[in-house]
Nanobody, 120 residues
Framework: QVQLQESGGGSVQSGGSLKLSCAASGDTRCMAWFRQAPGKEREGVAAIARDGRGEYVDSVKGRFTISRDNAKNTLYLQMRSLKPEDTAMYYC?????????????????WGQGTQVTVSS
């Protein structure tokens, strides 16, 4: 069982930046960031394979960058040009197959989440 712990959330103004981190207790092939705003379904934001190949949801392309440090078993999400609509609880997830944003319910491991709030 892989344990995931997110950090780095906070409150920023529109146009600001934040960098999220997710520390994993072990190595996993695929990792991703999801987010869930109040009253909305959880959506995939970005996913990354062990070799660094990433995928993004259209709404964050060009603003967010997903990366990982395999030696440290740590996942990152650099968020720039933040908008109020990016406000959500952000979750880290991991699984051993499909290093993309398909199959939201097939991600085997989840963190507890870190809150990101963007004010206008």
């Amino acid at each position: 069982q892989v344990q995931l712990q997110e950090s780095g959330g906070g409150s920023v103004q529109s146009g600001g930046s934040l960098k999220l981190s997710c520390a994993a207790s072990g190595d996993t092939r695929c990792m991703a960031w999801f987010r869930q705003a109040p009253g909305k379904e959880r959506e995939g934001v970005a996913a990354i394979a062990r070799d660094g190949r990433g995928e993004y949801v259209d709404s964050v392309k060009g603003r967010f960058t997903i990366s990982r440090d395999n030696a440290k078993n740590t996942l990152y999400l650099q968020m720039r040009s933040l908008k109020p609509e990016d406000t959500a609880m952000y979750y880290c997830a991991a699984r051993e197959f499909w290093c993309d944003l398909t199959g939201r319910d097939t991600w085997a491991h989840w963190g507890q989440g870190t809150q990101v709030t963007v004010s206008s």
